[in-house]
């Protein structure tokens, strides 16, 4: 089991930026994928970005593209999640998740992060 650790999240104008964080432990092996999703109450958990284990290879949503980016320090064992150009609609609280498939999905990430909170203010 992985465990993660969000940090990062925080209140920032329309147009700033924020570096979310992300370190894992516990059984990793370098061989684990880390994808970050987001959620606002009442809708579903969605994609933002993922980046293999050795750091690659990544894929972002069509929404969070030329924005967001992903990389990772493997030797700290820490994802980040930088965002550029925040809107209104990038607010969400966002968890960082471990897998050993390179996805998108959900469902392919069985630890999770307890989440961090963006909020996008005029």
């Known amino acids: 089991q992985v465990q993660l650790v969000e940090s990062g999240g925080g209140l920032v104008q329309a147009g700033g930026s924020l570096r979310l964080s992300c370190i894992y432990s516990?059984?990793?092996?370098?061989?684990?994928?880390v994808a970050w999703f987001r959620q606002v109450p009442g809708k579903e958990r969605e994609f933002v970005a993922t980046?293999?284990?050795?750091?690659?290879?990544?894929i972002e949503a069509d929404s969070v593209k030329g924005r967001f980016s992903v990389s990772r320090d493997n030797p700290n064992n820490t994802v980040y999640l930088q965002m550029n150009d925040l809107k209104h609609e990038d607010a969400a609280v966002y968890y960082c998740?471990?897998?050993?498939?390179?996805?998108?999905?959900?469902?392919?990430?069985?630890?999770w992060g307890q989440g961090t909170q963006v909020t996008v203010s005029s």
């Open positions: 516990g059984h990793t092996n370098d061989r684990v994928v």
């Open positions: 980046i293999s284990a050795r750091g690659t290879n990544t």
């Open positions: 998740a471990a897998g050993s498939t390179f996805s998108d999905k959900p469902f392919y990430f069985d630890s």
